[in-house]
């Protein structure tokens, strides 16, 4: 569980918690911050980063989901719903975000040292460190079932509250994960479940489209069977690096991420106002 640290060997790691809902209006922004962010990690212009961040009600949509038969009725199933649809820029399927989620970017350095198996594996490692005393049974693998599958999906007792993607920006890396903490996990997947029922219509698609069942997926909350909540993760996480690290630095953007984030909002724009024109 040790590994993680050798991902954060310099002196300092910034630490920037944009974990208030209201601090950006939609998870469109997040994806450009956090590509803003690499680039500036990656030129050495800021140290190793970890960024916290939450959105109320949006459903983050991936690629391939662009491409259901019936994709437009989806979305508007999702919106009646009361949620926000956001198009990513890194890998993956639907996910559903809300105040109980938080979602952490560890951005690193050095793209060619760092293979996309070391990023995963660093991000795995921390979160058993993270919660080490409260469970041994954070496990990876694919949970069957779950919406958004994948090979590094974190479950206990084969039960999925989190799952990783992975974002690389020229010398940057941008490891990112969604980590349910509060509510119940079953109604998320229902929801995504719907979505893929309205998309999908009774078709099966040209892309292998997870079958959801809800039973899979709960939050960190109900399979520790006591309270936690984002803010006390969120707490949990900076003591974690003001005992590892030598510096903390908060600085938030600077002026020069600032053109690189509003680069990135004008591209990620562009691609949810193609995707998600009806």
Known sequence: MEDWKKFFNHRAIRYINHSN???L?????????DDAIAISVGNEASPPAVRLWVHEQTVVLGIPDVRLPYFESGVRFLHNKGYDTVVR??????VALDAGILN?????????RVSIHDG????VHFIQYLFR?????????EI?????PGEYD????????AGISQRRVKNGTAVQIYLCVEGDGSVRAKLIQSFYEYGLQGEKGNFDYPLIEPGTMKSLSQLIDQEITVDSVVRRIEQCFKEFADELVTTDINDEELVDFEKRMAQVIDRNNKALRF
């Open 154 to 161: 974190l479950s206990i007792r084969g039960k999925k509250f």
């Open 89 to 94: 820029n890194s890998g993956g399927l639907a």
């Open 133 to 141: 005393d409260v469970t041994n049974d954070i496990q990876a693998f």
């Open 21 to 23: 809902p209201s601090y």
């Open 104 to 112: 952490m970017s560890f951005i690193l350095p050095d793209v060619k």
């Open 120 to 123: 995963y594996q660093a991000m």
């Open 25 to 33: 209006s939609t998870a469109m922004a997040s994806f450009a911050i």
């Open 144 to 148: 069957k079932g779950s919406y958004c």
